[in-house]
């Protein structure tokens, strides 16, 4: 398979992962997003929308570890552009909200 042919799939099996994040299918996004999160904690290429997407659905499916060592390595990147921007912010309400869920359980 072509290089060009590789990056497709590789791009399309992505966007999956994203669309599922949005339809809410929190564990099939996960599982789909998983590979592409590994790759980048490894090859350590920031990609906000991606670590944001999966740690939305690390939260919604409870797994609040994951979703806070997700989060911690999305607060290191640097948005490039106003979207990610958008991400890092959303990221950082559903950060605070759990704190304060936290906070009322004590």
Avoid: C, W
Wanted: charged share 35%.
């Amino acid at each position: 398979m072509e290089k060009t042919e590789k990056l497709k799939v590789f791009a399309q099996e992505m966007k999956e992962g994203f669309q599922l994040v949005k339809e809410k299918r929190d564990e099939e996004a996960i599982k789909k997003l998983q590979p592409f999160i590994q790759l980048m904690r490894q090859s350590q290429a920031p990609h906000i929308r991606l670590f944001a997407s999966y740690s939305l659905a690390q939260i919604r499916t409870g797994d609040l570890e994951g979703f806070l060592q997700t989060y911690s390595e999305v607060k290191e990147m640097n948005p490039k552009t106003e979207e990610e921007l958008k991400f890092k912010q959303q990221l950082d309400g559903f950060f605070n909200d759990l704190m304060e869920e936290l906070q009322k359980e004590d």
